[in-house]
């Protein structure tokens, strides 16, 4: 499958869309089960504002005993998304394949470009900084949410399978940053 060549785009470009219209065509068949879009659309849901991280982070510190994890976590969160929000995605103005997601997908409709992802972003960054935190086996689990989180903005139409690379490379970068720095 690819995608037409649009004027002006360059053979970078074209070769992307081209990918990004084969990655979409995997989800089509997804997108017929009913338990399957509405995972996805819980898991994107989820996603906005960082809200899964958010409880992800108040459980483990309710767990451990450790109150100012959830502040730190909450502050580096906010911070991350302050700089692909309103930073990185103002660097392009990339349409999103669809304003609030595919037919029977519906989701909140974004405000921002569709370059690079924040769902994608955020759940890199969030499972990079718990993982840093936790290690052994909740590092499973955070990697499994944050992929759940990521693949469902494909699923849900509201983003392409490249907004999503650039979102999980935005995030492992500022995740390492973080890390680095605490």
Do not use: Y
Request: with cysteine; hydrophobic share 50%; proline share 3%.
């Amino acid at each position: 499958m690819t995608a037409p060549h649009r004027p002006g785009q360059t053979h970078l470009g074209s070769r992307i869309a081209s990918i990004d219209a084969q990655v979409d065509h995997w989800f089509a068949p997804l997108r017929r089960i009913r338990t399957v879009n509405s995972t996805m659309r819980v898991a994107s849901f989820l996603g906005d504002w960082s809200l899964i991280w958010h409880l992800c982070g108040v459980t483990r510190a309710l767990v451990v005993h450790d109150l100012s994890s959830i502040v730190t976590l909450s502050l580096l969160l906010g911070l991350e998304s302050l700089i692909v929000n309103q930073g990185v995605k103002r660097l392009f103005k990339r349409q999103r394949p669809t304003i609030a997601g595919g037919a029977g997908l519906h989701v909140r409709q974004p405000r921002t470009s569709s370059f690079p992802s924040g769902h994608a972003s955020a759940a890199t960054f969030a499972a990079i900084v718990l993982s840093s935190w936790t290690g052994g086996g909740w590092i499973v689990l955070w990697i499994s949410l944050a992929v759940l989180v990521a693949t469902s903005r494909i699923h849900v139409q509201i983003h392409h399978a490249s907004d999503i690379l650039g979102g999980v490379v935005a995030g492992a970068v500022l995740a390492a940053v973080a890390v680095t720095v605490m």
